[in-house]
């Protein structure tokens, strides 16, 4: 479980994060809304043991064991994965390359190319094509299958569907929640309240570097009127 | 699987086939200076590519490469002029020591990139060709070191021109499979994003030390069949400008195309022979080249000749 106490992560003296606490459990999707410049993005790399923001008080805990003070690599090979927003692609790699570069077709155990193509089959058609040759659909599959190539137990997401056509939206929900029931754990950072809910079991609400509301998936659907006042700009 | 595994490697059989062709006719028609100049073009190429490696696939430039090949040159005639050892032994620990010392330097600048690197491999450089001239007790200082010559069995030049082939066809084949390995992908990762290969759990340090250490291997065979061919050592063949001369034959090639090395190193190599007949300014030459080059073809011979081919297809 991934469990995150009391966090408080700074860009410079800058305080961005201001004692967040939520967990992930296995197998569980779980959403963390807010609306821009709340912080989320700034959980995920503190997460990540990204070089900033610096994280100064808290604790991020993976299965028990602190994860921070670890570099990005440590927190990747405890099998943590990170979709960046942005998709954030090697432009100079080829679809399959990218796959192949993290796990040899040799190997047969776990998440391999042929598995990400049989998800993707979209993917399978452009498997010579490089990064910066791909549509936006086509990129945020690739940086799923590419995340999934570690055969991580938690996937860290940064809005997947941001910039996205409905219909990419649609098949990338769908996907998530293929992988929520292999027992995968997903966080799943969106603005988008609709396809969050669509996926997730369990929802988290940031704002101004604080979780202020933590509800489940089933309240929400019932009635999000109490979620609007922090996702709606007034 | 034959079929996939030749469509695969299929750039690097033709470059190695156009090599094997070009290069092997020339003790067919060529006299022995012209054998010599083949053999350095050579050498030469396979100092160029372990700094393609670096440069072009894994986005560091190494100003350092000249000294890791200097260095196996001095351990060479060292140990077959002082010591009298035999020259096998002598290539093997020059080879040694080339790769010892660029595992010290890839130790220190694995950890930075950009100007950082470029100014680090400068300095541990400089920090050889400043041992190579102060140590005069062991390597001559400003004098060099002669050597004894090569072995009888070797000292026919076409003899020399084709091991020194066999061998650099051998690692050029070698390399391309290196940078074409999951290894190979993972460089040119954290050449485009170091923080993103660390995302997904690749130690950059470590990758690029490794890289560093097996490039320097490379530089250190050139650097003990220059010692072969050259019977001659000196400070100048550790300092900076070894170290400018193969990046710039890996430039002119192509960077990040590994084979344009060949073209790039005869281009410097013949320039630097035959029109120095001619003009004593002949690096001025090479600078009008080098200029009109990265007007007309930035991404090299190779790469403008790649890119004409493209244009080609799609047309």
Redesign the interface.
Known sequence: MLEIKDVQSFYGEALVLNGVTMNVKPGEVVALLGRNGMGKTTLIRSI?C??QPQVRAGSIKWNGEELLGL???G???RKI??V?QGR?L????TVT?HL?????TSVKEGWTAEKIFDMFPRLAERRSHRGNQLSGGERQMLAVG??LM?DPEVVLMDEPSEGLAPVMVQHLETIIAELGKTGLGILLVEQNLYSALAVCDRVYVMETGRIVHEASAAEVRTDHSSLMKYLVVQ | MLVDSFAKNRPAIIAIAIVLLVFGIVPMFGSNYQISIATEILIFALLAMSIDVLAGFAGRTSLGHGAIFGASTYVVVYWTSVVGGSPIVAVALGILAATLVAAVFGMLASRVSGVYFLLLTLALGMIVWGVALRWTSVSGGENGLRGVGRPEWLNDPTVFFYICLGIVLTLSAVIWRLVQSPFGLTLRGIRDSESRMSSLGYGCATHMFIAFTTTGFFAGVAGALYALFNNFVSPSTVQLSQSVEGLLMAILGGIGTLFGAFIGAAAIILLENFVSQYTARWPMVLGFMFIATMIFAPEGVLGAIRRIFRVGKKS
């Open positions: 990540m990204l070089a570099k990005p690599h927190v990747a090979q994965a990170l960046p954030r090697f432009p100079s790699l390359e192949t570069m993290i796990k040899p590419r995340a570690i």
